[in-house]
């Protein structure tokens, strides 16, 4: 799936305007692959679906040592994340984000391709729960930590690696397996009424529970433990030159379709 911030359009009214409008837009736009990586040791830690913007930096969800927002608690306690995309959308209504993949198990993989204005939306933000826990995510802290592009659209981070020491405990919700994500009932939960920490030793009090994918949890992680990697492609849309091209493609074969009709006009009545 595409994610196209400007609708460059289909519609026939006017179709040269248009194509010189989508060529000027376009000039910073670009599609961006952006591929996710669960490099946990086999029966380790497992991740829900990456929430993910491309944004101007004014977005954050959540400082190390502050209480919880909403947003990141949404992250954090189930992974669907809708109070996170609701608030950047408020916060950045000009944003390309969207959510990558399903439940991501140790060695899996998943990707997706937006079209990216990188210009507007030159920071890279992103978020996704880190299962079996009660509120343990990955995401970054400051918004303006992750600057993909330069000024002139050149792509500048090549890979987002995250290691163990780098998971966050939300501080929401009481460490409880009964009531974790993946190894217990989701929709039980206590407050924590803590704050935003750095913590991946708590995954070892799941050790030896069944999961919701099968295995059975060992957590095997250390501090340095590569656990996932965001990694970023790069590759053009159609430069104006080939907008002008299809449009004066498009114009000859109407003008030619348009005589045709003419010609033929006294006895073809079902082109009229
Ligand atoms: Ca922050
Ligand atoms: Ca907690």
């Not at 692959?33 to 380790?44: C, E, H, I, R």
Request: net charge negative; glycine share 12%.
């Amino acid at each position: 799936m595409i994610q196209r911030p400007f609708p460059c359009s289909r519609t026939g009214a006017a179709i040269t305007t248009m194509f010189a409008l989508c060529a000027s837009a376009q000039a910073a736009v670009v599609d961006v692959t952006v591929m996710v990586q669960n490099l946990a040791p086999a029966s380790s830690i497992s991740f829900a679906p990456l929430h993910v913007g491309f944004n101007n930096g004014s977005f954050d969800a959540f400082n190390l040592g502050g209480v919880a927002t909403a947003p990141i608690v949404s992250v954090a306690e189930g992974g669907a994340g809708g109070a996170w995309q609701a608030a950047f959308a408020t916060a950045d209504p000009t944003a390309t984000r969207g959510t990558i993949g399903g439940l991501l198990q140790p060695g899996g993989a998943s990707s997706l391709t937006f079209r990216v204005d990188t210009a507007l939306n030159p920071f890279f933000t992103f978020g996704a729960m880190v299962v079996p826990s009660n509120d343990f995510f990955i995401g970054n802290d400051s918004p303006t930590e992750y600057r993909l592009f330069d000024a002139a659209g050149n792509l500048n981070v090549a890979t987002i690696g995250i290691k163990a020491r780098d998971i966050w405990d939300a501080g929401s919700e009481v460490f409880d397996p009964a009531a974790a994500a993946f190894v217990g009932n989701n929709g039980l939960r206590s407050d924590q009424n803590s704050v935003v920490a750095f913590n991946f030793a708590e995954f070892a009090g799941f050790n030896g529970l069944a999961t919701g994918a099968g295995y059975t949890f060992n957590s095997a992680l250390t501090a340095d433990s590569d656990v996932y990697r965001i990694s970023f492609g790069v590759s053009a849309v159609p430069e104006p030159g080939s907008y002008a091209l299809m449009a004066a493609g498009l114009m000859a074969v109407g003008f030619m379709a348009r005589r045709r009709r003419v010609g033929t006009q006294p006895t073809d009545t079902t082109a009229r």
